[in-house]
Each structure stands twice: as C-alpha cells, then as structure tokens.
C-alpha cells in the first residue's frame, strides 16, 4: 500500500544519510506504541540496507527533564 510510505525526496530533496531520521521525524505523530516500522535505504551500485524498528510510547517532556536532573552517579 503506497499510501503508507513516507517520501522524504519529493520535499526535501537528496538529503542522503540523513533520509531516515528526516523521515521518521515527520510522521513520528503517526505512530503509535508498538508499531514496527521498516527503513530501507538503497545507494549507488549494489549497496542497500533495512532495519525495523518498534515504537516505544512517547515520554512526556517533563519526565524527561526530571529524569536528566537526577544526580546518576550516586
């Protein structure tokens, strides 16, 4: 189903490495916890890549500032 993949060159052009997190970045609110998602990457020649990776459930920014307040090397 085309409608579920996400473009990054059409807005953005060739952005190369950075392609992925561009990508996931811009449909980040789309996800829910637990969905996989696969990233592949194909380059010049006859290099490619994947990975799948599981959204976790967001943390609430406050928990985050909490958390990198804490004294870890008690």
């Excluded at 992925?20 to 637990?34: F, K, P, R």
Aim: net charge negative; glycine share 10%; with cysteine.
């Amino acid at each position: 189903d085309s409608a579920k993949v996400p473009l990054t060159y059409p807005k953005f052009g060739n952005v190369g490495p950075a392609a992925i997190s561009i990508t996931l970045a811009g449909v980040q609110h789309e996800l829910t916890a637990g969905e996989r998602v696969l990233c592949m990457g194909i380059g010049s020649g006859l290099n490619t890549s994947f990975t799948e990776i599981e959204a976790r459930p967001k943390i609430s920014l406050p928990l985050v500032l909490a958390l990198s307040a804490c004294d870890w090397t008690a």
